[in-house]
C-alpha cells in the first residue's frame, strides 16, 4: 500500500516555473514507476512523464518533452516534476501514481498501470 501527496501547484505566469512534489508513505518507494498526469476539466486525464523504479529511464508526453523534468529521491520518497517555461494549456490539476509492475516499458504511459494516486495539486498558468 502507498500513499502519494502531492504539493507545489499554484498560480504562475506564462513562461513562468514550478516545481511539483509527490511524497509516497511506504518503505519499498524504490520498487515503484511512478507516473505524473493531469487532467483539465472536461477533457480526460493525460499522460505527462514517467520515470522508472531505477531511475535510468524517464519518457515524456510530446507536449511537455523539453520542458518539464521528472526525477525521484529514494531515499526521501520523493517524486518531483520540474515544469518551466509554462503555458495556458498546462493548466490542469496534476496527479502522481504509483505503479509496481515488471521492467519499465512504454505501457507506464497509460493510468490503467498504476495503482495508487494522489489526491492533485492544481496548476494554473495565466497569459
Known amino acids: 500500500q502507498v500513499q502519494l501527496v502531492e504539493s507545489g501547484g499554484g498560480l504562475v505566469q506564462a513562461g513562468g516555473s514550478l516545481r511539483l512534489s509527490c511524497a509516497a508513505s511506504g518503505r519499498t518507494f524504490s520498487a515503484y514507476h511512478m507516473g505524473w498526469f493531469r487532467r483539465d476539466p472536461g477533457k480526460e486525464r493525460e499522460f505527462v512523464a514517467v520515470i522508472s523504479r531505477s531511475t535510468s529511464s524517464t519518457d515524456y508526453a510530446a507536449s511537455v518533452r523539453g520542458r518539464f523534468t521528472i526525477s525521484r529521491d529514494n531515499a526521501k520518497n520523493t517524486v518531483y516534476l520540474q515544469m518551466s517555461t509554462l503555458k495556458p494549456e498546462d493548466t490542469a490539476v496534476y496527479y502522481c501514481?504509483?505503479?509496481?509492475?515488471?521492467?519499465?516499458?512504454?505501457?507506464?504511459?497509460?493510468?490503467?498501470?498504476?495503482?495508487?494516486w494522489g489526491q492533485g495539486t492544481q496548476v494554473t498558468v495565466s497569459s
Open positions: 501514481a504509483a505503479a509496481r509492475g515488471q521492467a519499465y516499458s512504454r505501457a507506464y504511459y497509460y493510468s490503467s498501470e498504476y495503482a495508487y
